[in-house]
């Protein structure tokens, strides 16, 4: 076998033992959104919506491939209980998070996620170093597989709780140039609706709770 050829199947074996060793993304388990410590609970209206926050690399790490904090992206799991006996419709639902220096954060788009985390390894406009400018080619674009399943799966997409279920997924808030974001934050949820299209009070759910909270 030539050096050639060797060096070219231990690339193509390097590069399926990565693809095997790439972590798939599984989302946590959703437990019942009471048992959450920031959490919101109508009572009469037997919904609860939890907001359980990924801040810490090691908790982040056990879920996410995609450093997000490297990214300023806050990932926080939103837990939603329906312990009534009617759907709740989700449809027209609308989040925001709140700061303590009164920033609105709305959650982030997929094309949001894909414009942070996008990896530009050459732009394809820089000069030419040679007498002859070769032709130009495009910039090599793009986000690793694992981030790219991870922005498709991750979020949360329910648009209906049934009743005695939960539902569950993550929202992205962007908290690029803001200190300690969760600190006096509150996370407010409208648009929830009972199954004869009635608005739900909404829900103010204070990050406090995550933050004070002592097992």
Do not use: C, W
Request: glycine share 6%.
């Amino acid at each position: 076998m030539t050096r050639r050829k060797a060096v070219l199947l231990l690339a193509i074996l390097g590069g399926a033992m990565l693809a095997l060793g790439a972590k798939e993304y599984t989302p946590p388990k959703a437990y019942p959104a009471k048992t959450y410590p920031a959490r919101d609970e109508h009572g009469s209206e037997q919904v609860t919506i939890a907001a359980d926050p990924y801040d810490t690399p090691d908790k982040a790490a056990a879920v996410f491939s995609t450093p997000y904090a490297e990214g300023e992206y806050l990932p926080i799991f939103l837990v939603i209980s329906n312990d009534g006996d009617q759907t709740i419709s989700l449809a027209k639902m609308e989040l925001q998070l709140v700061t303590a220096n009164r920033s609105k954060l709305a959650p982030a788009t997929g094309d949001d996620l894909y414009r942070r985390f996008s990896r530009v390894k050459r732009r394809g406009d820089e000069p030419s170093r040679l007498p002859v400018p070769l032709p130009r080619r495009r910039p090599d674009v793009g986000v690793k597989k694992q981030a790219e399943q991870e922005f498709d799966q991750a979020p949360f997409k329910a648009k209906a709780v049934e009743p005695h279920s939960t539902q569950s997924g993550f929202l992205f808030f962007d908290v690029q140039d803001i200190n300690h974001p969760l600190a006096g934050a509150h996370l407010y949820v409208t648009g929830v609706r009972d199954s004869n299209g009635k608005e739900l009070l909404f829900f103010d759910i204070p990050m406090e709770k995550y933050l004070s909270y002592r097992p």
